[in-house]
């Protein structure tokens, strides 16, 4: 179900008060910069319907007791559309919130640049672009929630710019319009439900929970740790002793009575919230990222769920760590994977960049990050996530520069020799620690 409420209407349904910010000066002469016939009838017309000036209400408000910036789109006032008058509230507004570091909330509601002032309305897409870029620099989250319809180059700024995505359920999502689509297009494809699964959004919101999801994401985003997480068991109680063999070490990290990234994750954070998908068309279910509270400080997780990663979820990795980065929020990761996707799909999903770029993610953040070992540690897969100098390891995991029976296999030993093969490896939790892979103290 759809929301069509009016941008005052639906600021009162997510604030706790709300101030207008000041409206810049500036005003066109008759029929605007392109004297389209008819244009300043329509404004009057879509004055006189929604009482707004413009397509979008900006001010300051308090969400569950964060104070944010909110652009709020009327779509009622020409369907929402960027005109150049559009683009001076977001601007101002943008420039508000750097001035008194606050975070940014779009609520998008539009269908793209308005026709009647041609390549001029356009245009705002690049200056809007440029205000978002800029409150990225300066470490403010934007956390966008996408309303009923976000089409154009509204969603390909405000909405998909964003930080954090939030869709209404049933909205119509994406950068073509219902008008403007091929004939046999798929409507499906063009949803909050469809972006949500393609990775280019994080989650769905009923619009009667959306306040309380609102709060919770603003309150974390904008209350970082001072300092890194205790890397020290964030989880369940550590399994007891050490395995005797490399044989054992891998067993004990593969049996299904493990305890897996959820577990460790709920007994680590007070609450947490979710970020899903690489903004690249992709999804995986086998990497769970987000925001959690500890110890009343905000740290942000990357965690493999023991599954073969997927190039999504490198992606999705590294999109966490770069934000936690550039909002100054110590990361977590949990590593457990018995390698990165091998087949053929994940090969044409640009595996090899995505793990990449993770491992360059990792390399080059500033903000604390630290690694805990809880399964498998299958290869470079593993590796990726695993924090250099700040790693531990819990009793049943292993670590290995390739899966005992692979390096059988490719040492061309028989299958009876795995075993011993895995003890070769040195592949323990102890074995890592006298290698100084991984730290004990």
């Given at each position: 179900?759809?929301?069509?409420?009016?941008?005052?209407?639906?600021?009162?349904?997510?604030?706790?008060?709300?101030?207008?910010?000041?409206?810049?000066?500036?005003?066109?002469?008759?029929?605007?910069?392109?004297?389209?016939?008819?244009?300043?009838?329509?404004?009057?017309?879509?004055?006189?319907?929604?009482?707004?000036?413009?397509?979008?209400?900006?001010?300051?408000?308090?969400?569950?007791?964060?104070?944010?910036?909110?652009?709020?789109?009327?779509?009622?006032?020409?369907?929402?559309?960027?005109?150049?008058?559009?683009?001076?509230?977001?601007?101002?507004?943008?420039?508000?919130?750097?001035?008194?570091?606050?975070?940014?909330?779009?609520?998008?509601?539009?269908?793209?640049?308005?026709?009647?002032?041609?390549?001029?309305?356009?245009?705002?897409?690049?200056?809007?672009?440029?205000?978002?870029?800029?409150?990225?620099?300066?470490?403010?989250?934007?956390?966008?929630?996408?309303?009923?319809?976000?089409?154009?180059?509204?969603?390909?700024?405000?909405?998909?710019?964003?930080?954090?995505?939030?869709?209404?359920?049933?909205?119509?999502?994406?950068?073509?319009?219902?008008?403007?689509?091929?004939?046999?297009?798929?409507?499906?494809?063009?949803?909050?439900?469809?972006?949500?699964?393609?990775?280019?959004?994080?989650?769905?919101?009923?619009?009667?929970?959306?306040?309380?999801?609102?709060?919770?994401?603003?309150?974390?985003?904008?209350?970082?740790?001072?300092?890194?997480?205790?890397?020290?068991?964030?989880?369940?109680?550590?399994?007891?002793?050490?395995?005797?063999?490399?044989?054992?070490?891998?067993?004990?990290a593969r049996s299904p009575r493990r305890p897996r990234a959820d577990r460790y994750l709920d007994a680590c954070f007070t609450h947490?919230?979710?970020?899903?998908?690489?903004?690249?068309?992709?999804?995986?279910?086998?990497?769970?990222?987000?925001?959690?509270?500890?110890?009343?400080?905000?740290?942000?997780?990357?965690?493999?769920?023991?599954?073969?990663?997927?190039?999504?979820?490198?992606?999705?990795?590294?999109?966490?760590?770069?934000?936690?980065?550039?909002?100054?929020?110590?990361?977590?990761?949990?590593?457990?994977?018995?390698?990165?996707?091998?087949?053929?799909?994940?090969?044409?999903?640009?595996?090899?960049?995505?793990?990449?770029?993770?491992?360059?993610?990792?390399?080059?953040v500033r903000t604390p990050i630290t690694t805990l070992l809880i399964g498998e540690g299958g290869s470079g897969g593993a590796l990726?996530?695993?924090?250099?100098?700040?790693?531990?390891?819990?009793?049943?995991?292993?670590?290995?520069?390739?899966?005992?029976?692979?390096?059988?296999?490719?040492?061309?030993?028989?299958?009876?020799?795995?075993?011993?093969?895995?003890?070769?490896?040195?592949?323990?939790?102890?074995?890592?620690?006298?290698?100084?892979?991984?730290?004990?103290?």
């Open positions: 179900m759809t929301d069509r409420s009016s941008a005052r209407a639906f600021l009162t349904q997510v604030t706790d008060d709300f101030t207008e910010l000041p409206t810049p000066e500036g005003e066109w002469g008759p029929d605007g910069p392109l004297a389209w016939a008819g244009y300043d009838a329509a404004r009057a017309r879509a004055r006189e319907r929604t009482g707004e000036a413009e397509s979008v209400v900006c001010g300051t408000g308090h969400v569950q007791g964060v104070r944010a910036v909110l652009l709020a789109f009327e779509f009622g006032y020409l369907g929402g559309s960027l005109g150049v008058l559009t683009g001076d509230r977001l601007e101002a507004a943008y420039g508000y919130a750097r001035a008194h570091r606050l975070p940014v909330v779009p609520l998008v509601a539009t269908g793209g640049s308005r026709m009647q002032e041609g390549m001029l309305a356009l245009t705002q897409l690049q200056r809007v672009a440029r205000q978002s870029a800029l409150t990225r620099a300066a470490g403010l989250p934007q956390i966008a929630v996408l309303r009923d319809p976000t089409t154009g180059g509204g969603w390909a700024t405000l909405g998909a710019g964003a930080d954090v995505v939030l869709a209404l359920p049933g909205a119509q999502v994406g950068f073509a319009g219902s008008r403007v689509r091929p004939p046999d297009a798929d409507p499906a494809a063009y949803t909050a439900e469809a972006q949500v699964a393609a990775g280019a959004a994080d989650a769905l919101v009923r619009p009667e929970d959306l306040r309380r999801t609102l709060g919770r994401w603003l309150r974390l985003l904008t209350s970082p740790a001072a300092e890194a997480p205790l890397p020290r068991h964030p989880g369940p109680p550590p399994a007891p002793g050490l395995p005797r063999t490399g044989w054992e070490a891998v067993q004990r947490r919230v979710a970020i899903s998908g690489d903004r690249c068309g992709g999804t995986d279910p086998g990497m769970l990222c987000g925001f959690g509270e500890h110890a009343g400080r905000t740290v942000a997780y990357a965690a493999q769920t023991g599954t073969a990663t997927r190039p999504a979820g490198y992606r999705t990795a590294a999109r966490l760590i770069r934000l936690a980065d550039r909002l100054g929020i110590p990361v977590l990761t949990l590593v457990d994977t018995p390698g990165a996707a091998n087949d053929a799909e994940a090969e044409r999903q640009g595996a090899g960049a995505a793990i990449a770029d993770l491992f360059d993610a990792v390399a080059t990726a996530l695993a924090a250099p100098g700040a790693t531990w390891a819990a009793p049943d995991s292993y670590f290995s520069v390739i899966a005992p029976e692979s390096a059988a296999a490719i040492l061309k030993r028989p299958p009876e020799e795995t075993a011993a093969t895995a003890d070769h490896l040195r592949l323990r939790p102890q074995d890592l620690a006298e290698l100084g892979v991984i730290r004990t103290d």
